[in-house]
Every structure is written in structure tokens, then in C-alpha cells.
């Protein structure tokens, strides 16, 4: 049985759903970006995912020029503030090339709004570099509490162990907002060096299971020394 949406009419000209999605990949390769801006704000999930592929492919046929009209674009994308679908869906895109682009992506984040700044640090997280790690840091070390907690997510994406030190520095901050993702993304880079850190906030009860999530994911000896006691 077909797909409920299949042969459903979406477009004036009475293209099916099919015809769409094969003419919105086609922009990945050539066509205007307006058009291809405007599938991924479109209401239906698949166009917007069709959409998505195609600003990724485009983005990675691209001179360096180029890419920058393809970035800001979903820069744009992710400043939307009355369609979650085309936040999604531009951060998605966003993260899927975001080595190519961390230049744009650090200039963002130092000059962009602030809840713009907040969705995109993750995704300078995963771009991988030491210069997120150096962005990060001091965004995570800043007073906006929902900056430093993006920041502080970030950095548990970067997959790096300079990103390691400075999140072992939060631990012992205030404002538990940023500390439970500092916890949470020291268990996912998962480097023996935040054990001890990490163990020393087993008797906070309040920290408690994250603390110890956090230690079995990092799966060393000395993680499961220190669940033990």
C-alpha cells in the first residue's frame, strides 16, 4: 500500500508528493536556494528532510565562495522564530557538514543572537576542532546560564581531550544547570582524567545519578573503583 502521502496533491501545479521530493533533490545539485529555503520551512516533515539533504549536498559540491550563501541561508533557518520544523531541520543540515564551515560557525556564535548562539554551539561541538574547544570554553565560563549550558553540551561533542579539562572546571560552579551537562558530557567523551573529578560529587545527592552515568560510560577501572566504594 502506498505511503499516505504519496499521491497526495501539495502544490498548486498538482505535483505528487514523489515528484516534489525527486525536484527538491534535484536543487542539491543546481537551481535557486530560495526555493530550496522555502521547501525546508514547508509543514511536512518529509520535504523538510528532503530539503535538508539537499542544502547538505549542495553545500558539499560548493566552492568555498559559494558555501557561504548555503550557510547563511540556514543561518537564517535557524533564526526562525515561529517554525520549529526549519530550526530543526537547518541545524540538522548545520551539523552534518560543520568541519567545512567552523569559521562561519565561530563568527555566529561570537556575534549572533543569543538564542541563535544557543542552538548552534552543539553544533560547533561537532565540528571537532581546538578552536571550538577554545569558543566554548569561554562562552561555557560566561554569566548567560543558557549560553554555558550550550556551550558546556558542546564541548561534549567535540570528541577532543582538551575539552576534558575545562569541563572538570565546572564541575565544582554553582548553578546546577550547567553542571549537570558538564557531568553528562564528560561521560560521553569518556576520558579516564574525569574520574577522580567526577567521583569526589558521588555523595551529592542531588548529583548523584548523573555522576554515576557519567562514570559508566567512561568504563575504566578506576570508574568502576570509584562505583564500588
Known amino acids: 500500500m502506498a505511503r499516505r502521502h504519496e499521491f497526495a496533491l501539495v502544490h498548486p501545479d498538482g505535483t505528487t508528493m514523489n515528484e516534489l521530493l525527486k525536484r527538491i533533490e534535484a536543487l ?3 537551481g535557486p536556494l530560495d526555493e530550496l529555503a522555502g521547501w525546508l520551512a514547508h509543514d511536512d516533515w518529509q520535504v523538510r528532510r528532503a530539503a535538508s539533504d539537499a542544502f547538505v549536498a549542495r553545500a558539499d559540491s560548493s566552492s568555498d565562495h559559494d558555501l557561504q550563501y548555503v550557510v547563511r541561508y540556514l543561518f537564517n533557518g535557524v ?3 515561529d517554525n520549529a520544523g526549519l530550526r ?6 548545520l551539523s552534518r557538514f560543520a568541519p567545512r564551515i567552523t569559521s562561519h560557525l565561530l563568527a555566529e556564535i561570537e556575534s549572533g543572537v543569543d538564542d541563535v548562539r544557543v542552538m548552534l554551539a552543539p553544533v560547533v561541538g561537532e565540528t571537532g ?5 577554545l569558543a566554548l570554553t569561554a562562552l561555557a565560563r560566561g554569566t548567560d546560564a543558557n549560553i554555558a549550558t550550550a556551550a558546556v553540551i558542546g564541548l561534549g561533542r567535540t570528541n577532543r581531550r582538551d575539552a576534558v579539562r575545562p569541563l572538570i572546571e565546572i564541575l565544582d560552579g554553582e548553578d546546577a544547570w550547567v553542571v549537570f551537562p558538564a ?10 582524567e ?3 573529578p567526577l567521583a569526589r560529587h558521588l555523595d551529592d ?7 554515576l552515568d557519567a562514570l559508566v560510560r567512561i568504563g575504566d577501572p578506576r570508574a568502576a573503583r570509584a562505583i564500588a566504594k
Do not use: C, Y
Request: no cysteine; hydrophobic share 45%; aromatic share 0%.
Open 129 to 133: 576542532r581546538e578552536e571550538a574547544v
Open 194 to 196: 574525569a574520574v577522580e
Open 88 to 93: 530543526s531541520a537547518s541545524l540538522e543540515a
Open 79 to 81: 533564526a526562525s522564530e
Open 28 to 30: 542539491g545539485s543546481d
Open 205 to 211: 545527592e542531588l548529583l548523584h545519578a548523573t555522576v
Open 183 to 192: 557531568i553528562e558530557s564528560l561521560g560521553v567523551l569518556g576520558d579516564p
